[in-house]
């Protein structure tokens, strides 16, 4: 091998050490930004959140209620108990979780997307129990 090509070659791979370094870098900082958004952040679309209403009734309704409440062995999706079981998880784990447990009797049964809109809805309704909280509160009502 002639010098010139050993030193293009050197170049070379050098520049693809430095772009693979350059994507490992960029991969874990969208890594941190992704799994540092959790249940209370806004993210998912008002699609999104439609379809899984539908696909909730169907599927999860039954045991957690119409209105997201739950009942006495079956946890509440919009009150304290979520907070308690959720409040710091990633919405990537919420997701998990549902999938790999839910529905109790047949888990991991529905499509990926379906989970997904399920989760939607599921944050959807926090929201409009929360806003709905806040405004009682505000107006001296006790909720």
């Known amino acids: 091998m002639t010098r010139n ?15 693979a370094s ?5 991969n874990a900082s969208g890594r941190q930004l992704s799994s ?19 696909q909730y009734m169907q599927t999860c309704a039954a045991c ?3 209105d997201l409440r739950g ?7 919009v009150e304290e108990s979520f907070s308690f079981l959720f409040g710091d998880a990633s919405v990537g784990e919420l997701f998990s979780r549902i999938q790999r447990l839910m529905p109790s009797d ?15 809805f599921i944050l959807q309704s926090r929201e ?16």
Do not use: F
Request: aromatic share 4%; proline share 2%; net charge positive.
């Open 5 to 19: 090509m050993r030193c293009i070659l050197n170049i070379a791979l050098a520049c693809a050490a430095w772009l």
């Open 22 to 26: 350059l994507a490992l870098a960029m």
């Open 36 to 54: 540092s958004r959790t249940v209370w952040d806004g993210v998912y679309t008002e699609e999104q959140a439609t379809r899984g209403q539908t």
């Open 64 to 66: 957690h209620g119409k």
């Open 71 to 77: 009942g006495s062995v079956v946890p509440s999706l």
């Open 106 to 120: 047949r888990p991991n049964s529905l499509s990926s997307q379906s989970y997904c809109d399920i989760v939607a």
């Open 128 to 143: 409009a129990v929360a806003d709905h909280v806040a405004r009682h509160r505000a107006c001296g009502a006790h909720v």
